[in-house]
C-alpha cells in the first residue's frame, strides 16, 4: 500500500472477495448486508455477501454498468447496450426511464448518481460508437430533475465517464476517460445548472494501465477516484494523497458495510476491498 495513504486506508494489502469475472464495474452496498455489481462483457448482475460466493441475480443485462438508488430505494441502472437508463421496481419488473434526448437516442449510459433532493445525474459518452449510430451530437452530463423531467448540463466533454457529489452537494465532479485524463468539478446551482467547472485534478501516468473511471466520497470531502495504477486519493482542494495499488486496475469503487468504512473495488477480473479510517458518503435513498 502506498506509505502516503497511512492514516487514510486501515488495511495494509486489499482483499479479494471474488474472481473469475471478464470486466468488473457498478458496485453498491445494500445494508442488508451484501454488494452488488456488475460483469459488463457477461451481462451479468451479481449480488455478493462478505465471506460468501457470488450470485447472479440478472442474466442480459444489456450491459448494465454504473448502479445506484434513487429516493425510494430502487435500483437504477446504465444500460450500454439498449442505449437506457433504467430502473429496478421491487416487484422485479424493469422502467425505461429515458432512453432519448431532443428525440435521438442516448450514446451509451455510463455511469450514475442521485442527490438527497431527488435529482439524478447521469454520464453519456460517445466515443466509442460507430458514427452511423451515434445520434447525439455530444457527449452530454445529464440531469433528471425531481418533477422528472430530463436536460443536459454539461455538453463539452470528449469521455465523460465516473461522476460523484461533494458530501454537502454542492460540487460535482466528473471523471474525463479520454484523450486529457483528468477530473473536473462543476458548482451546482438551485435551479440544477452545473457552472464554473475547472480541472480538479490530472490522473495521466505514463507507462500505466487505466483511465479516469468510477469515483466516490468519504465524509471528508476526500474524493476515490479510479484510473491509471490503481485507487488515486485526492484531497478536497485536489492533492493527490496517494494511490492504492491493486492485483489488477480498478474501474469503479464504492462505500459500504455496516460502518462504511469498506471501499469495494471492481478491477477487471476481481473484487477487491480495503478498509479505511473514515466513512463514505452514504448515497441517498440507500436500502
Not at 445494500?30 to 449480488?47: C, E, H, L, P, Q
Not at 463539452?156 to 468539478?185: C, K, Q, W
Not at 474501474?251 to 463514505?280: E, H, I, Q, W
Request: hydrophobic content about 35%.
Amino acid at each position: 500500500m502506498d506509505e502516503r495513504l497511512a492514516g487514510i486506508i486501515e488495511s495494509a494489502e486489499s482483499e479479494q472477495l471474488a474472481s473469475g469475472f471478464e470486466f468488473t464495474e457498478g458496485p453498491l452496498w445494500y445494508s442488508a448486508g451484501y454488494w452488488k455489481f456488475v460483469d459488463i462483457r457477461t451481462n451479468r448482475i451479481y449480488k455478493l455477501v462478505p465471506g460468501g460466493q457470488p450470485e447472479v441475480v440478472r442474466e442480459d443485462s444489456n450491459q448494465a454498468n454504473g448502479l445506484t438508488f434513487d429516493l425510494q430505494g430502487r435500483l437504477l441502472m446504465c444500460e450500454m447496450g439498449s442505449r437506457q437508463l433504467n430502473r429496478w421496481e421491487d416487484d422485479g419488473s424493469f422502467t425505461t426511464m429515458f432512453d432519448r434526448w431532443d428525440g435521438k437516442r442516448l450514446n451509451r449510459p455510463n455511469d450514475v448518481i442521485c442527490a438527497s433532493d431527488g435529482s439524478i445525474y447521469f454520464t453519456d459518452p460517445g466515443p466509442r460508437m460507430e458514427p452511423p449510430e451515434k445520434e447525439q451530437s455530444i457527449n452530454g452530463v445529464y440531469r433528471i430533475a425531481p418533477d422528472g423531467t430530463m436536460s443536459p448540463i454539461i455538453t463539452d466533454f470528449e469521455f465523460p465517464n465516473g461522476l460523484a457529489l461533494s458530501p454537502d452537494e454542492r460540487t460535482l465532479y466528473v471523471a474525463n476517460s479520454r484523450p486529457d485524463m483528468h477530473i473536473r468539478a462543476f458548482d451546482l446551482q438551485l435551479d440544477g445548472s452545473a457552472i464554473n467547472g475547472r480541472v480538479f485534478a490530472g490522473l495521466k501516468l505514463e507507462g500505466q494501465e487505466g483511465v479516469p473511471d468510477g469515483m466516490k466520497v468519504d465524509v471528508e470531502g476526500r474524493v476515490y477516484a479510479t484510473g491509471p495504477g490503481g485507487c488515486w486519493v485526492f484531497s478536497p482542494t485536489g492533492e493527490h494523497l496517494g494511490t492504492i495499488i491493486l492485483p489488477e486496475i480498478p474501474a469503479n469503487c464504492a462505500f459500504g458495510g455496516p460502518d462504511y468504512k469498506t471501499l469495494l473495488l471492481t478491477a477487471r477480473t476481481g473484487v477487491y476491498s480495503v478498509r479505511t479510517t473514515t466513512a463514505g458518503v452514504k448515497p441517498p435513498g440507500s436500502r
